[in-house]
């Protein structure tokens, strides 16, 4: 295609179709993750965030560049999911701030878009790290100021930016080690150019498919037991409604009203743009039908509750529902934790956490989820506690994006570093007291992860054979071979040193209780001094979850 410039209707067709191809290669790209564990998750994340501003795209019924670029900012920041989704919605977020303000995009325009991009991403990340999707981004923008003004046509700028791209990718394991001992690139710079190759597909008018359907995310659901027969309302019903007129308190009293006429479990959160909706009835379509008198529908979602939500689940949604309706007095001080697996969240829960947001590895929680979070939980100071470290970005992006709250993220790399945190909040503590004594408890813990290898590799100077048992410490991989038992104990001596005092051991839902009490027994001859803790995580995945303080 021998053209110049390119107007907001080429441009969301090219967004959509770069969506469209990181979708289709999300679990290739889970599959360059450096651990061969089961739970690769770039692909995934990347493609929910692109996925989250895909949906408010295709819904745009103004054919603007400021309106496109909005959609894309809005949707793609609060759906960001990970760091890798979190890098990319920041990119795309700069990449808008650019072409909002032209109504055609010339090769020139997308250069300085490319290049807000990549200086929007960088501030964002607190320590850049070479050899990632940062490098990719921004390699593909500086090859794209430099041919602005040289080449012929927008496709000859397109083909040669991102043959940079993947040049830069291709050497990204000469940057950081570990990618070339695991034989890959980065992964999450495979997806940008996934993202790149398919929005110039799209450019190109190949034949593209822009129908989405929203993935869906991997909640971590139980068997409906029979008792759930009986639920009164039977759909969740979520949504959000992108405002076309004013939506004053008067309309939000009477769309509340309505609601609860038809259902309960009733949540509404408004803001001049848009209000997100989620209620349990047994008629989803009034619901749809009342919402439309006040704008466009996104982000639809309707469960059949009793074929899939586990009891528990329910009735924690309808106590948060009831919660929020009562408006319960507001307090100085609440806690958010992200957390997987049901005994985990009873010791979260017992620790005093007000809110949990289920997710980790398997699936890493969005930035709109942890704003969510924030909405729910009714104090003034709001400590959270990420848990892991592929969700910092995102509890930061939500605490960035909060107001009317002073949020608190304690960068939490592990659910022990999370437990530790919260174990360490002293109520006649300042915020700013406790967040300095958090910070420091979090550094004396050290903790390991027992999984087993997806594929064959080489990591730290051990070979890896699928199948095998591996233990995965803060900075790399412990131990590996056959046994889980073995492998734990291996990776807990790796752990302990002469200022160890307490081994905490969190047992998953592929673990029995009697090989639990197994592993303790055998710790307890090996560390007869030590305070030795065993606890019921029911995490998936990872066997065990063990910390050594």
Known sequence: MN??????????????????????????????????????????NMTLTIMSAASEVSALSDSSMK?????ISSGSLRGARGNSGVILSQLLRGFTKVIEHHDTVDAATFARAFEKGVETAYKAVMKPKEGTILTVARGAAEKALEIAGESESLEAFFTDVIAEAELVLSRTPDMLPVLKEAGVVDSGGQGLLEVLKGAFDGYMGKEI???????????????????????????????????EKQFTDKDEHAFKEYL?????SLVVVADD??????VHTNDPGKAIQRALTYGQLSNMKIDNMRLEHHEKVIKEAEKMAAQQAALEPEKEVGFISVSVGEGMGEIFKELGADYLIEGGQTMNPSTEDVLQAIDRVRAKNIFIFPNNKNI???????????????????????????ITALISYVPDKTVEQNTEEMLEAVQNVKTGQITYAVRDTRID?????????????DHGL????????????????????????????????????????????????????????????????????????
């Open 3 to 44: 053209t110049n410039t390119v107007d907001a209707k080429m441009l969301g067709r090219m967004f959509l179709s770069g969506a469209k191809n990181l979708e289709a290669k999300k679990e290739w790209i889970n599959e360059l993750n450096v651990f061969p564990v089961p739970d690769g998750d770039t692909g995934t």
């Open 67 to 71: 309106a496109l670029a909005k959609a």
């Open 209 to 243: 498919d822009l129908n989405f359907e929203k993935p869906k995310t991997a909640a971590m659901t139980k068997p409906v037991s029979a008792e759930e027969s009986n639920i009164k309302f039977g759909y969740c019903t979520e949504f959000i409604i992108m405002l």
């Open 260 to 264: 609860m006429s038809i259902g309960d």
């Open 273 to 278: 743009e848009i209000v997100k909706v989620h």
């Open 392 to 418: 910092i970005l995102a509890a930061n992006q939500a605490r960035d994006l909060t107001e009317d709250k002073n949020i608190i993220v304690i960068p939490t790399k592990t659910i022990p570093q999370g």
């Open 461 to 473: 100077d051990k070979d890896i054979r699928q199948g095998d048992i591996m233990g995965i410490g």
């Open 478 to 549: 412990l131990a590996v071979g056959p046994g889980i038992e073995d492998i734990t104990v291996a990776a807990l001596q790796e752990m302990v040193d002469e200022d160890s005092e307490i081994i905490s051991v969190y047992y998953g839902q592929e673990v029995s209780e009697e090989d639990a009490e197994h592993l303790e027994e055998r710790l307890s001859e090996l560390y007869p001094d030590f305070d030795i803790e065993i606890h019921n995580g029911g995490q998936p995945i990872y066997y065990y979850v063990v910390s050594v303080e």
